[in-house]
Nanobody
Framework: QVQLVESGGGLVQPGGSLRLSCAAS????????MGWYRQAPGKERELVAA???????KYADSAKGRFTISRDNSKNTVALQMNSLKPEDTAVYYC????????????????WGQGTQVTVSS
């Protein structure tokens, strides 16, 4: 089992920045990919960004150029730096672990955090 704990959500004005963090514990040696997903009201959960153990990174088109994912394997953490935030970025953001992300094939992991709310509004 793997436990994920997120932090860093909140309310921010359009154009602002937030940094989300996720700490993993438990059977972390089984983890390859770690990532961030989000779910807005009335919409399906979607991938935002993910990173494999080998450093390969995958971004959603909506995140490219604005968001940066990073990982510290020594601390078992993954972070999402979000800049130039827009109202449409408003969602609950979930940390995910155990998946794999590649050019032709991606799969989400089976471990999820509890979610953290990000609200972008003036």
């Amino acid at each position: 089992q793997v436990q994920l704990v997120e932090s860093g959500g909140g309310l921010v004005q359009p154009g602002g920045s937030l940094r989300l963090s996720c700490a993993a514990s438990g059977n972390i040696f089984s983890i390859n990919g770690m990532g961030w997903y989000r779910q807005a009201p009335g919409k399906e959960r979607e991938l935002v960004a993910a990173i494999n153990n080998d450093g390969y990174i995958k971004y959603a088109d909506s995140a490219k150029g604005r968001f940066t994912i990073s990982r510290d394997n020594s601390k078992n953490t993954v972070a999402l730096q979000m800049n130039s935030l827009k109202p449409e970025d408003t969602a609950v953001y979930y940390c995910n672990a155990g998946g794999y992300y590649g050019v032709l094939y991606s799969s989400q992991g089976r471990y999820w955090g509890q979610g953290t709310q990000v609200t972008v509004s003036s």
